[in-house]
């Protein structure tokens, strides 16, 4: 049996396939957790409770990958926002 630990907590579920889609493209087998609890308990109290999981063996080498990824979802949040110009910037009032 595999030991997995927790590489990525995801605000939702899209977040965390992304990742796992993105590991399993560098090589590495992972797992999404808790995507089936988000319809149960409502869309503002799942916080917490979807991550992405790899073996233990594999966490150095997913590190890179979900950081990554993190910070490209980070991006596109901070350049889809009405208040924001590409590159996240505040627009001028």
């Keep these: ?3 997995v630990k927790i590489v990525y907590r995801a605000e939702n579920i899209i977040d965390a396939n992304l ?3 993105a590991l399993e493209q ?3 087998e992972a797992y999404v ?3 089936y609890l988000t319809g149960v308990v ?3 109290l799942a916080w ?3 991550t ?3 073996a233990e063996s594999d966490i150095e080498r997913a590190a890179p990958v979900v950081e990554s990824v993190d910070r490209d979802l980070r991006q596109h949040r901070d350049t889809s926002r009405p208040d924001t ?3 996240g910037k505040p627009i001028p009032t």
Excluded: N
Aim: cysteine-free; proline content about 4%.
């Design 48 to 50: 917490d409770l979807v």
């Design 33 to 35: 957790s808790g995507e």
């Design 52 to 54: 992405v999981m790899v």
């Design 1 to 3: 049996m595999k030991l």
């Design 26 to 28: 560098a090589g590495i």
């Design 42 to 44: 409502g869309p503002l």
């Design 85 to 87: 110009v590409a590159g």
């Design 19 to 21: 990742v796992k889609a």
